[in-house]
C-alpha cells in the first residue's frame, strides 16, 4: 500500500481535516495531564531542513519524543543532498531507514519528487508554495477559542505567500470566507485562486478587507530567501499593517494570529500581538499536538 503523504492540506478531506483537529485538541489534554501515550515507540522521523526553524524544529522533535519515538535533525551540511545526490536516490535511501520524513525547503517541487520517491509518508514543513502544518495549528487555535470556523469570515493581510496559499485551502476545506488584502503584483498564484474561487476575494485595501472579520491573520512582508527584497517590500506594504485601527473594523471578539517570528513594528504592531485577542502563543505551541495528531494519523492509521 501506497504511503500516505501530507504535502498540501488538500490531502486531507475535510472530514480528515476535521477529525485530526479534534484529535489534536484531545492529545494537548492528555499532555498537560501527564498521561503517558506512546503509540510511535521504536519509530524514526527524519528532519530535513534546508530552511532554518524554531518552532518547527523544536514541535516535531519534541513530539516525537513525547510519542516514544525519536527524531534526526538533516541539514545540507549533514547529508549528500547537500552536495548534489538526487532527490530521488536521497528518498529511496532514507525512506528505507525510517518510518516518516519531514521536509522544510524552498522549492515545492523537491518535496513532491522525494514523496513520489519515499516508501513512507512525507510531511511538507514548508515550502515557497505551501505551509500545511501551519495551518493545523491555526485551525486547532480557531476551534480552541471560538468553535467552529464554517461560515466565518477571515483576513489575511500581505503578501500572497505560502500562508495565504494554505489558508485559502484551509478555506475550501473548512467552508468559511478568505479575504486577502494584499498590494497589487502580491496576490497568491492564479492557479489557487481560480480552483477556490467560491471561497477567497481578493483586495487590496487593508480597510477594506477587515470589516466584521472574524479572524484575522498576517505574516512577514519579506519571507526567507527574500532578504534582499525587504526594502522594497516595505514600501510597497505601507498601508498593509495590522495595527489597532484594522483590528477595530473586525468583530469585537475578533482573533488575531501570525505564524511567527514576527517583526513588530512593520506587518503588526506590538499593539495588537500583545492584546489579549491575539492567540499567537496558544498558535505556537499548538504545532506540537496538531503535528502530533499529523504523525499518529500518517504513521499509525
Known sequence: MSPRHFLTLKDLSSDELKQLLSRAIELKRMHREGTEYQPLKNKVLAMIFEKSSTRTRVSFEAGMAQFGGHALFLSPRDTQLGRGEPVEDSARVISSMVDAVMIRTFDHGMVETFAANSSVPVIN????????????????????????????????????????????NAAALLNFKLVVACPKGYEPTPEILAENADY???????????????????????SM?????????????????????????????????????????????????????SVVWDEAENR??????????????
Not at 200 to 208: K, R
Not at 226 to 255: C, H, S, T, Y
Open 125 to 168: 514543513a514548508l515550502t515557497d508554495d505551501f505551509h500545511p502544518c501551519q495551518l493545523l495549528a491555526d485551525m486547532q487555535t480557531y476551534l480552541e477559542h471560538r468553535g467552529s470556523i464554517e461560515g466565518k469570515k477571515v483576513v489575511w493581510v500581505g503578501d500572497g505567500n505560502n500562508m495565504c496559499q494554505s489558508y485559502i
Open 200 to 222: 477567497v476575494t481578493v483586495v487590496n485595501s487593508a480597510q477594506e478587507a477587515a470589516k466584521d472579520a472574524d479572524l484575522v491573520v498576517t505574516d512577514v512582508f519579506a
Open 225 to 277: 530567501g527574500q532578504e534582499d527584497e525587504q526594502d522594497l517590500r516595505l514600501k510597497d506594504f505601507a498601508g498593509f499593517q495590522v495595527n489597532q485601527a484594522i483590528m477595530d473594523l473586525a468583530k469585537p471578539d475578533a482573533l488575531f494570529m501570525h505564524c511567527l517570528p514576527a517583526h513588530r513594528g512593520e506587518e503588526v504592531t506590538s499593539e495588537v500581538i500583545d492584546h489579549p485577542d
Open 288 to 301: 506540537l499536538h496538531a503535528q502530533k495528531a499529523l504523525l499518529e494519523f500518517l504513521i499509525c492509521n
